[in-house]
């Protein structure tokens, strides 16, 4: 269950038309490392989860990365809401804007349409913690780079802010591992799956 | 009466200390001081989220009461006429160029 906050985590207030960046953020709705694939693969994961305050975990963070996916779509959305038809023309927007208008679609930056590859379930709470902790690692390279090419600070704030999101999220994830590990074979984590041999797993 | 943007600034800080918190005690549960710094902020968090609801117009269902939301006639298509304040004020994506 959840419930509807009408507000954004952190505010967004772009002045500025600018279909160039909209084709590059776009990429962390949609893209292999964005928030719609962070989301999904947090809460997928956590119903095998073996912990329950892993699962709780999973959730809260899977959460989060709902609210940091409207931040995304609510930047894609200012950025291309006052839309001329010559600036359509842009480089980088103008295929994207012939098959959405300035609709919201998940895509990656090089065009790529969101599939469910960009997420993984693999029903093994070391492996998908250990996938958890690159996703965030992943997510935060591509806040650099596009903080780096990004001048305008409206846009920036936001991307810095979900920047630093990522960083926190990997350091709860590397406390989840050890909450995991402590739950197995000391002398060999791999002895058993805790996800599939629940027989092993210690309370 | 209190600007709007300013409370709803002050409603994102602390919902982002509420969430900060959390996260960490999902991984720590037995903290005591950050049981104490969640309890405050929980609180500080419940009425301000109250007072905007009762000054502008409620972020959640919790927060919809119809008989006194919504008090001021800004930000709703129905001004002086008893109404679901729930589709009232700005959706959070709007702002930015207008």
Redesign the interface.
Known sequence: MWTYEKRLQFPVNITQTCPKTASLIITQFGGPDGELAASMRYLAQRYSMPCREVGGLLTDIGTEELAHLEIICTMVYQLTKSLTAEQAKTAGFDAYYVDHTTALWPTAAAGAPFTAYEFQSKGDALTDLTEDLAAEQKARTTYDNLIRIIDNPEVREPLKFLREREVVHFQRFGEAIEKIKSTLNAKNFYYYNAEFDKQFVKK | MTDRKQM??E??EI??TV??L???L????LDTNAMAAFSEAAGKRKSLMQAYANQF??????CVCPDTNNESDMNTNYPGTKHFTWVD?P???E???S
């Open positions: 709803l600034k409603i994102s919902s982002f969430n900060d959390t996260l960490y999902d991984t720590h549960p117009e409620p972020l959640t269902v919790d004020g959706l959070p994506w702002g930015g160029i």
